[in-house]
């Protein structure tokens, strides 16, 4: 079982920045692949990014490359996601997941979080 906790959402202005964590608990957190999605109010959860086990390797949507960074300090069984350039429409609660390995569908993520809210001013 792995328990996985959010933290770092709130209210910015457009062009700001926030860096969400995620920090897990209980069994090894270095052998699941971490993911975060978002969901915006009226829409589907989406894909936001996702990081390897190990850390080699990492996967955006679209709307957010270049502007957003997933990483993991597997040591502090945590998994960030580091969020500049905000813009509105990223407004959303955002929740991170664990995998058995990496992927863009929310279907195989085993663990899921309680979601941070994100909220961006225009």
């Known amino acids: 079982q792995v328990q996985l906790v959010e933290s770092g959402g709130g209210l910015v202005q457009a062009g700001g920045s926030l860096r969400l964590s995620c920090a897990a608990s209980g069994r090894t957190f270095s052998r699941y692949a971490g993911g975060w999605f978002r969901q915006a109010p009226g829409k589907e959860r989406e894909f936001v990014a996702d990081i390897s086990r190990s850390a080699g390797s990492t996967y955006y949507t679209d709307s957010v490359k270049g502007r957003f960074t997933i990483s993991r300090e597997n040591a502090k069984k945590t998994v960030y996601l580091q969020m500049n350039s905000l813009k509105p429409e990223d407004t959303a609660i955002y929740y991170c997941?664990?995998?058995?390995?990496?992927?863009?569908?929310?279907?195989?993520?085993?663990?899921w979080g309680q979601g941070t809210q994100v909220t961006v001013s225009s």
């Open positions: 997941a664990a995998s058995l390995s990496s992927t863009v569908r929310a279907g195989e993520y085993i663990y």
